[in-house]
């Protein structure tokens, strides 16, 4: 029984191989392999995008978007991996690359817009975020328009792209964030303060929302920690950065004893605080 069935499955093997050889066969064979070619590729662009190394998806993407350069997905995968591996001058190439492809959408627009503004490239962020039909609306799109709007001072238009933004994502602490900072360098403290507070209550892991709410806080005198969720290193550093507020408005007497106050609290020691107040006694300038 063991040998009909070897030969049975021999005899298929033959079979199959012999229709392969036909050409009508064989175009369908590497048709369907190319197929899954391209599954197996958009899974593992998808790991590199998202879990591997920043250069080592840098590495992937650039090899493989030489190996097929009409492939937009694989254009995009180089741009957005030397974003990611902080290297925005060469994801500026990488994106404009990828608008020259037939297929390319707005969407690729956004991405060069970021990369541009990463790169410090105001002007032309703004010039590609103009070319994007009204139409597009996404949380990126906006996101960035306020940014540039920021760049350019204009702070009626940032505050109503901020707003859009803001409603057009599930995860708002980010670009509240962002907001509430604008709105620090305009001198609008209590504006940035709430919007801080906001942040934090989509986001309690967001310790530069944390530190800018307190920045918002001693910039009104207001100096007690606010009422948000904080480790015991996090109060230290924020203890820290009240601090270093109090002192530079002129209240070195509360400032002194915040710094004492973060080493107290900081686990181990903490250098930062220790150098401040070392700084403060010999009266030199904190900063």
């Known amino acids: 029984m063991q040998t009909t069935r070897m030969a049975i499955l021999c005899l298929a093997g033959t079979v199959l191989l012999a229709a392969c050889d036909t050409p009508g066969m064989r ?60 290297k925005p001058t ?52 906006y996101r960035l328009e306020a940014m540039v709007a920021d760049s350019r001072e204009q702070w009626d238009r940032a505050d109503s792209f901020y707003e859009i933004a803001v409603g057009l994502t599930t995860r708002p602490a980010g670009v509240m964030n962002n907001w509430g900072f604008s709105k620090l360098t305009r001198g609008d403290f209590a504006g940035a303060e709430r919007l801080f507070t906001e942040a934090i209550t989509y986001d309690s892991s967001l310790f530069t929302a944390k530190n800018n709410l307190v920045l918002a806080r001693g910039a009104q005198r207001r100096y007690q920690l606010p009422v948000v969720p904080m480790t015991q290193i996090e109060r230290a550093e924020l203890l820290h950065t009240m601090a270093l507020s ?42």
Do not use: C
């Open 90 to 141: 060469e994801a500026v190439a990488a994106w404009n690359r990828a608008m020259a492809l037939p297929d390319s959408t707005p969407d690729d627009q956004v991405g060069l817009a970021d990369a541009l503004i990463r790169a410090n490239d105001w002007t032309r962020a703004k010039e590609v975020l103009d070319g994007i039909p009204p139409t597009h609306e996404t949380f990126d799109r």
């Open 27 to 86: 175009s369908d064979v590497e048709r369907q392999l190319a197929d899954v070619n391209v599954i197996d590729e958009t899974n593992l662009s998808s790991v590199m995008l998202t879990a591997a190394n920043p250069n080592e998806a840098v590495d992937y993407f650039r090899r493989a978007s030489e190996a097929r350069p009409e492939r937009l997905d694989l254009a995009r995968g180089l741009a957005m991996s030397l974003v990611r591996a902080g």
């Open 246 to 287: 109090a002192i530079k408005q002129g209240d070195v007497s509360i400032g002194k004893g915040l710094l004492e106050e973060a080493l107290e609290t900081h686990p181990q020691h903490f250098e930062a605080a220790a150098r401040s107040l070392q700084a403060l006694d010999r009266g030199a300038i904190v900063r």
